[in-house]
């Protein structure tokens, strides 16, 4: 089993890239090499979903992967979230403290309320700022 | 089980589906075997990549035994010395984006995922023991 990624893009400020099988030291660079691709075509201070719900498995080269992405959409303002992560995926992320989890998503709803939040605070910054 | 490969990545990624394929045929449940493979992924990564700093050809030997108490995993190389329990423990800021090193999760994981750890230097080289005890059965109501 290897590793397969698929993209989908449903506005410039959101793209998500779902992982399936196993991310390690023979697969990262297949990842790196797709989000050198997309993560170009978020727009600025917009969204990367890492969806992984299909993703078995994670090693420290994987981890520093995510990490990676991470650092350079922050450096773009933007967001990198990660969603529906598996029991074993989710107990590295544990032991290493990957992520701050509100960052993590159990499901797609979560994650759209928590965006919702993010686009009023920014909303009333912007009104509050005008007033 | 036992293997012997060289010091190459392909042939790390080999030794892991063998390794997997073993441990599936033992019965062991996924999430104990994915722990394992863990392991043993970044320990053979780690010696791959940091063990011959000269690039001459080495060998690494794992060996398998299950038992009914636990998996015990032994491994053994001639690369340069490296006691991974020497190693210091990683600073974990709480997301990874903020660390400013790149090493240290990966002996971080082994630490945390193997229920004992050993290592011995001889003659021949490294020698890591490994123990992941079995996890207990749910109890039953």
Do not use: C
């Not at chain 1, 400020?13 to 990262?28: V, Y």
């Not at chain 1, 993703?55 to 990198?80: P, V, W």
């Not at chain 2, 045929?25 to 104990?32: F, I, V, Y």
């Not at chain 2, 690039?55 to 001639?78: F, S, Y």
């Amino acid at each position: 089993m290897t590793l397969t990624l698929r993209t989908e893009s449903s506005s410039p400020n959101r793209t998500t890239l779902w992982l399936q099988g196993r991310l390690d030291a023979e697969t990262f660079g297949e990842l790196d090499e797709a989000l050198g691709t997309i993560m170009p075509t978020v727009a600025d201070g917009g969204t990367l979903v890492l969806e992984l719900g299909a993703l078995d498995y994670i090693s420290s080269a994987g981890l520093r992967s995510f990490a990676k992405a991470r650092k350079a959409m922050r450096e773009r303002h933007g967001h990198t979230l990660l969603l529906n992560p598996q029991p074993q995926v989710r107990k590295v992320f544990d032991i290493v403290k990957a992520v701050p989890v509100n960052e993590v998503f159990a499901n797609t709803e979560e994650l759209d309320d928590y965006l919702d939040r993010m686009q009023r605070q920014v909303i009333e910054q912007q009104e509050s700022g005008e007033g | 089980m036992r293997l012997r490969i060289a010091n190459r990545l392909a042939e790390v990624f080999f030794a892991l589906d063998r390794i997997d394929v073993a441990l599936h045929e033992a019965g062991l449940a996924d999430a104990q075997r994915a722990d394992i493979r863990l392991v043993i992924e970044e320990l053979l990564v780690n010696t791959v990549h940091h063990g011959y700093p000269d690039g001459q050809p080495g060998w690494i030997e794992i060996r398998l035994d299950v038992d009914r108490e636990a998996v015990t995993v032994e491994i053994g190389d001639d690369a340069a010395p490296f006691d991974p329990l020497a190693q210091p423990e990683p600073t974990l800021p709480g997301d990874l984006a903020d660390r400013h090193e790149i090493g240290g999760l990966g002996i971080h994981l082994v630490r945390a995922l193997a229920s004992d750890v050993r290592y011995a230097r001889d003659a021949r080289g490294n020698r890591l023991t490994l123990r992941f005890f079995h996890p207990s059965p749910e109890p039953t109501t």
